[in-house]
Nanobody, 117 residues
């Protein structure tokens, strides 16, 4: 059974940092593409960052220079380092895995990130 479990969210002041972690189990982690999405209230879920199985990295324009995605295949984990957080980063963040060229994809349960004074 595939499981993605996020951790590391919470409340932070503007300009602060958080590091989200996603622990994966139940599949061959190293061959899957991994990503982080976020969804703010009343908005669609959108891709924030992704790291493919070949380590190609994508970052949304809104987070370039502030966020970084990394993965540790030995630990079956993917991380999202978020620096210089802004109130508009407030959202539920979801970990996502996608089998390259395949139909299998999975979502974590989501974790809240709130940026506020």
């Amino acid at each position: 059974q595939v499981r993605l479990v996020e951790s590391g969210g919470g409340l932070v002041q503007p300009g602060g940092s958080l590091r989200l972690s996603c622990a994966a189990s139940g599949y061959i982690f190293s061959i899957y593409n991994m990503g982080w999405y976020h969804q703010a209230p009343g908005k669609q879920r959108e891709l924030v960052a992704a790291m493919l199985s070949d380590c190609y990295t994508y970052l949304a324009d809104s987070v370039k220079g502030r966020f970084n995605i990394s993965r540790d295949n030995a630990k079956n984990a993917v991380y999202l380092q978020m620096n210089n957080l802004k109130p508009e980063d407030t959202a539920v963040y979801y970990c996502h895995s996608q089998q390259p060229g395949g139909l299998d994809e999975n979502w974590g349960q989501g974790i809240q990130v709130t940026v506020s004074v």
